[in-house]
């Protein structure tokens, strides 16, 4: 038992010989310094305690100078504070692609087929006057190009409702509600139903924002392209993907035609070349035989064309050099053939 305690006595004294180290003595030099780091650690963290006590609203509302419109510009949007008739403004909202879920779920997805950049958002609430139900909401979207924009606001609209309005490029009134295009933004000054008072909020509102948007050329093609006789007014749309379901077809345009009585759909679509057309056009009649099938098919002054039937509508389509054209959606094949062969024949590429 002795031999046993020397030795595990020795072990430990190996071991602290091994392992301990000699004190080392701070200099007083390196004492003030560690005194001043620590007081500056303090300094900052109670002046982040005090910061996080109050309310800055700037970190909320949007900057007079946000929403420019391209590099280099200093283009502002500023909501007004106050409306006439007792309204007043809650605070700016922004959003991008990624988190714009947050605010119009459920609708967020369509948005982003095309290409939404951005989204700034406000509401009004009357302060007098007993406003109690009535708010006016508005939601401007950067889409990043007119075309977008355009896009976005025919895909949502539905021809034949509402009256036109002249606000940015377009625009139109239902239901008391505003909804217009401008440049690369597409605004909605929505309420909740018809009232005097909504309306002449909501056309304040919408007329100070049209005023601050920035006039952009534009020249969209899809508004040119097609035949005037016929033509249903404001019923061109531009669909930037997945056209009829179909993800082969995209940047199409499609517009409402009142045909022998028939109320018809047609298409049109810029493609890169001749080969891509008639590539689509393939695709196309591949899937009508997978989900239906090809009732007839040939050639039109030498371009490729066929009909095809999908439960009970038709489809008809045809190539003309690098476009794609026809009719879709019809009840009636007759007439659909009629139109299509009508398109044709003024299409210019």
Not at 7 to 24: N, T, V
Not at 231 to 253: C, H, M, N, P
Request: charged letters at 25%; a positive charge.
């Amino acid at each position: 038992m002795v031999r046993l305690k020397r030795a595990f006595g020795g072990l430990r004294e190996h071991i602290d010989r091994r392992w301990s180290k000699p004190k080392r003595v701070v200099s007083r030099g390196e004492q003030v310094v560690c005194c001043i780091l620590l007081l500056g650690l303090l300094s900052i963290a109670v002046w982040v305690a005090f910061r996080g006590q109050r309310h800055d609203s700037n970190l909320y509302t949007l900057s007079e100078s946000a929403f420019a419109t391209s590099a280099g510009e200093k283009a502002k949007l500023h909501f007004p504070e106050a409306i006439a008739g007792g309204w007043k403004r809650s605070k700016v909202e922004t959003y991008t692609a990624d988190n714009l879920y947050e605010k119009i779920d459920g609708r967020a997805e369509l948005y982003i087929s095309y290409d939404v950049v951005g989204l700034i958002c406000t509401s009004y609430r009357q302060a007098e006057k007993g406003g109690e139900g009535k708010f006016v909401d508005v939601f401007v979207y950067d889409m990043g190009s007119p075309q977008n924009a355009f896009g976005i606001y025919s895909y949502e609209r539905v021809a034949g409702i509402g009256k036109p309005i002249k606000l940015g490029n377009g625009g139109y009134q239902a239901a008391g509600s505003i909804y217009f295009w401008k440049g690369k933004h597409y605004v909605q000054v929505v309420v909740p139903f018809e009232d005097d008072d909504l309306k002449k909020a909501c056309e304040a509102i919408a007329k100070a924002i049209d005023a601050q948007l920035q006039v952009e050329p534009v020249d969209i093609w899809g508004l040119k392209v097609f035949p005037k006789d016929g033509l249903i007014q404001d019923s061109i749309t531009y669909i930037k993907r997945k056209a009829f379901g179909y993800d082969f077809l995209s940047e199409v345009y499609t517009a409402q035609y009142r045909h022998a009585g028939k109320l018809l759909k047609a298409f049109v679509c810029k493609c890169s070349s001749v080969d891509d057309a008639r590539a689509k056009l393939s695709r196309w009649k591949s899937a009508l035989r997978k989900y239906g099938k090809v009732v007839s098919e040939g050639r039109l002054n030498g371009e490729l064309w066929f009909a095809g039937k999908v439960g009970s509508s038709f489809t008809v389509a045809f190539c003309k050099g690098n476009l794609l054209g026809g009719v879709v959606e019809a009840g009636d094949l007759k007439s659909a053939e009629e139109f299509s062969k009508r398109l044709f024949g003024k299409l210019r590429q």
